[in-house]
């Protein structure tokens, strides 16, 4: 059979198995299923098995960050292979969902240069912006090193037991599922396990205690205790030994987007880009960790949000920021509702009232965005219009989501 000459030099560019492994899958986001092996991690096992230094990253919320599943993997990827060096980077981070982790995942994951990253969004809203905030931390993983492979795992929670019981996709999951079609990426469902376990009459999902010689996976119904983090140990392992020689190695191709405004080109930038006028003053971040540290275990409720910050007590306070892309975030001290508010011009068009509250109503170091624009060079003024008696506005990098 004779080539056309487009596909030779399409194959001399990119190599054979390159090539033919980006080409969209057709599993079915409605349903789950415990592997969807796609393109498979095949860098990631020529590593292992040639006895190689190999790195494991990892992205997403609170259950990757502080939970137990991380270790437990590293231990068998040690015993699994012991020729090889492995060592693991956590940038995962409670409270936090892909649209944050789009915007950090450069200087929080990627600046440690992993061979391969599991991303765990889903009880995190894995969903947010229809999915285009989880397909933009694809094309930033593959620009760094097109060869880092990259995983996606469904954990659990308890809203989602009669979606799994059923086999159906969660909400969240399901757009997640067209991004790992598109892209090839590997998926493992954590939960039908947790689930089947829970139908047999072997495990309690929530409680306070074990009983009856029940497995007790959560206390709370979404962070597994240890038990439960053994059962996504053994759901992971069992997956990765099915596809440990799927897979041709070599360089990951970036297809064209599934979507339009993709979080693809989101980054932080600092908080010395803006101009300021009135009494802000800069924060002393000692009590933080470094922002460019591996976050492992720092679940105690103290966040690296910030590589720099200011605030003010004063209404009337103002900033300008000169930006590319079609949304402006913040970093911040967010409180309960009303207490401290914001005034956002860009462009000179209507005022937008940002309301700098929390979730909870409680003060807490976290991130808002503001209302999606056309795609484009900005200039916005920000003003603080109100502030609650014994506030303050603090703010930390910028958020910057371009495509």
């Not at 392992?237 to 987007?257: A, D, N």
Request: glycine share 10%.
């Amino acid at each position: 059979m004779k080539l056309k000459p487009m596909v030779i030099s399409l194959i001399f560019m990119f190599g054979t198995g390159s090539l033919f492994a980006q080409k969209p899958y057709s599993h079915d986001p409605l349903t789950t299923e415990e592997l969807r092996v796609r393109d498979g991690l095949p860098n990631f096992f020529q590593k292992l098995k040639a006895g190689e230094k190999v790195k494991v990253g990892y992205i997403g919320g609170s259950i990757t960050n502080g939970g137990m599943w991380r270790n437990k993997l590293l231990d068998w990827l040690k015993s699994e292979y012991p020729n090889a060096e492995i060592s693991q980077v956590n940038a995962a981070m409670g409270g936090t969902g892909p649209d944050f982790g789009a915007c950090r995942i450069g200087e929080h994951l990627l600046v440690h240069h992993p061979d391969i990253v599991f991303i765990e969004y889903r009880v995190n809203n894995g969903g947010a912006y229809q999915g285009r905030a989880l397909e933009g931390l694809i094309p930033q993983i593959w620009r760094m090193d097109p060869n880092t492979d990259i995983c996606i795992v469904y954990t659990i929670a308890r809203g989602m037991i009669p979606d799994i019981q059923q086999g159906k996709q969660s909400n969240a999951g399901k757009s997640m599922e067209p991004v790992a079609n598109h892209y090839g990426i590997t998926s493992i469902e954590f939960g039908l396990e947790v689930v089947k376990q829970m139908n047999e009459g072997r495990l309690i999902f929530q409680g306070k205690k074990p009983k009856d010689g029940k497995i007790l996976f959560s206390k709370d119904g979404t962070h597994p205790i240890e038990a439960g983090h053994d059962i996504y140990r053994d759901v992971l392992v069992r997956s990765l030994k099915k596809i440990e020689s799927h897979g041709t190695p070599g360089p990951h191709i970036i297809p064209p987007p599934l979507k339009e405004k993709t979080f693809s080109n989101a980054c932080m930038l600092p908080i010395t880009a803006a101009e300021f006028s009135g009494a802000w003053k800069p924060v002393d971040l000692s009590e933080y960790v470094d922002i460019h540290a591996d976050l492992t275990d720092k679940n105690d409720g103290v966040r690296p949000q910030f590589g720099a910050a200011v605030e003010t007590d004063r209404i009337g306070d103002s900033f300008t920021l000169n930006w590319n892309g079609f949304m402006l975030g913040f970093t911040g001290v967010l409180d309960a509702k009303g207490s401290v508010l914001l005034e956002v011009t860009t462009d000179n068009g209507k005022p937008q009232i940002v309301d700098l509250a929390s979730r909870s109503g409680k003060q807490q170091s976290k991130y808002i965005f503001t209302k999606e624009i056309e795609s484009g060079s900005h200039v916005t003024t920000v003003k603080v219009i109100q502030l609650g008696e014994g506030k303050f506005c603090r703010l930390g990098q910028f958020l910057i989501v371009a495509d």
